[in-house]
């Protein structure tokens, strides 16, 4: 089958920021070459540290074969950085005229047909576009810090934005593991940030008045509702809160509520001195000593931990973020995993290379007992995918299930550690397939554990095994011939707590 031609092959990042060094990081680890232009004198630096945190975090967020990570090119133009690339991404700081300067820039020396993103959090796109000669392909895609992490990203075309560039901008975001959520009509601030201001301007009154300090109000939203609308948002949340009666009653009992005198939500606070010292020292307090950078990474574990828990849940179907994360992987490993691939069946076959990351160790620094039966059922799925038993197989009805597994642990796995696996086929037929995989620390090659699988071909709308087509079982008949000739693993055939 014809693949689909991507939307962004190149892209240019202009300014190279917080967010814009973010954007950067969310192309090149989607296999993006990237031209970037910052007049930061560190900007490459900056830039790499950014690209240091994404790539941690995406270790720690999917087993899927990336792609070869694209090339930053760092230019001194934004017509160096703009020529012949599909997207361009404007992040240059939230100042109307300067924006409009450099989108109108970006509009002469970019391809008439390429994309022109704007990351402002609040100006009209028709405001920024008002100078361009090829207006219908600029819009703002506004995103949410970590870039490279968080999915969502706001379209917002302004009057002069063609609905066919909306169209392309959704896909192209896509590609690279994003939600495009387009707002239907252009408006200050667009959703997410009208919603975060009417909460950021309550929180500064709370502290202003003394009600709570900095690490309170963090703790109240941490522990309660950041929880609730991390999964379900706001409304879905709310219909909940309604018992069986849903929404209208929710509204119908606390409705009245709003016309109560409870929020300075009209009232601004006066940011003086004070009160910024104030906020200030709080910060610093509740910090504990935390650098920005450590705060980020924390802040990216736990946003990874939160995303597999939601890849996870709705019966293993995904939910929310949880759910873009698995059909990001499907399309990554569609792409990159279940591409044919050369082997050598005369030796076991090295099927995953990996390193343990923050999110798979327990309190004792090592790697948790169900990180090593991860990294088994993913040995597995590789083997899988090597003959032909891919995505598109298990969605026709047919997969392998795995029905018995024995795991030793001969070793410790820690934190940072490089680690490979083989797996050495010991028996197969029509149905089963038998096999040995070992755990191996990367540097040494000693092996940290082992598990014995077997697996049975099943047809799965049936619910019973059936044998595996012919194509399947030919792909598997070279390695079982190979392996044949190895010698049995030492631990093959074991039980537990049976004496050495």
């Known amino acids: 089958m014809e693949r689909k031609l991507s939307i962004i092959n190149k892209a240019a990042c202009i300014g190279g920021g917080v967010i814009g060094g973010a954007w950067a990081a969310r192309f090149a ?63 240059v700081p939230e100042r109307l005229e300067l924006k409009r300067g450099v989108i109108t820039e970006i509009d002469a020396f970019a391809r008439p047909d390429a994309l022109i993103g704007s990351s402002t959090s ?100 941490r522990y309660s509702f950041g ?27 606390f409705g009245p509520c709003l016309k109560w005198p409870w929020t300075k939500f009209t009232d601004v606070v006066d940011l003086d001195d004070a009160l910024v010292e104030k906020i200030g020292a709080q910060s610093d307090a509740q910090a504990a000593g935390r650098s920005i950078r450590e705060l980020e990474r924390i802040r990216d574990e736990n946003l990874v931990g939160i995303m597999h828990a939601l890849k996870a849940s709705n019966g293993g179907e995904g939910w929310g973020a949880g759910k873009l994360l698995a059909d990001f992987e499907k399309r990554l490993w569609a792409k990159g995993g279940d591409q044919a691939k050369t082997y050598n069946a005369s030796g076991p076959l090295r099927l995953i290379d990996t390193k343990v990351n923050a999110a798979w160790v327990d309190y004792n620094g090592h790697m948790t007992e169900h990180r090593y039966l991860q990294l088994f059922g993913d040995t597995s799925d590789a083997l899988l995918r090597l003959i032909g038993v891919d995505f598109a197989y298990v969605e026709a009805g047919h997969s392998y299930y795995t029905v018995e597994t024995h795991i030793r642990h001969l070793g410790e796995a820690k934190l940072g550690q490089a680690l490979y696996t083989t797996l050495q086929l010991l028996a197969s037929d029509e149905k089963r397939i038998h096999f040995f995989t070992r755990i191996h620390d990367g540097a040494s090659g000693d092996v940290i554990a082992t598990a014995e699988q077997m697996m049975l071909h099943v047809d799965a709308k049936a619910g019973k095994s059936v044998p595996a087509p012919e194509d399947v079982l030919a792909k598997l008949k070279p390695i079982a011939e190979g392996h044949a000739k190895l010698a049995t693993p030492e631990g093959a055939g074991r039980h537990v707590g049976q004496k050495r």
């Open 227 to 253: 929880m609730r609308w991390a999964q379900m948002g706001l409304f879905e949340t709310y219909r909940i809160a309604g018992g069986e009666a849903g929404m209208r009653h929710f509204l119908a009992q």
């Open 122 to 221: 609040g100006l009209l796109p028709s405001d920024l576009q008002a100078d361009m000669k090829y207006p219908e392909r600029m819009f703002v895609a506004h995103p949410y810090n970590p870039v490279y992490l968080l999915p969502l990203v706001e379209l917002v075309g302004g009057k002069k934005t063609s609905a066919a560039t909306i169209r392309r901008a959704e896909e192209g975001v896509a590609e690279v593991g994003m939600k495009g959520v387009v707002i239907a009509k252009e408006i200050e601030a667009f959703v997410g940030d009208r919603l975060l201001e009417a909460l950021w301007r309550e929180a500064l009154w709370l502290i202003q008045d003394d009600i709570c300090d900095t690490e309170t109000l963090d703790n109240v939203m």
């Open 29 to 91: 680890l989607a296999g993006i070459d990237v031209n970037i232009i910052d007049p930061h004198p560190e900007a490459e630096r900056i830039i790499g540290e950014v690209m240091a945190n994404a790539e941690k975090a995406y270790g720690m967020l999917t087993m899927a074969p990336l792609p070869q990570r694209g090339k930053l090119t760092f230019c001194k133009s934004i017509q160096q950085a703009v020529e012949g690339v599909d997207w361009i991404q404007e992040s």
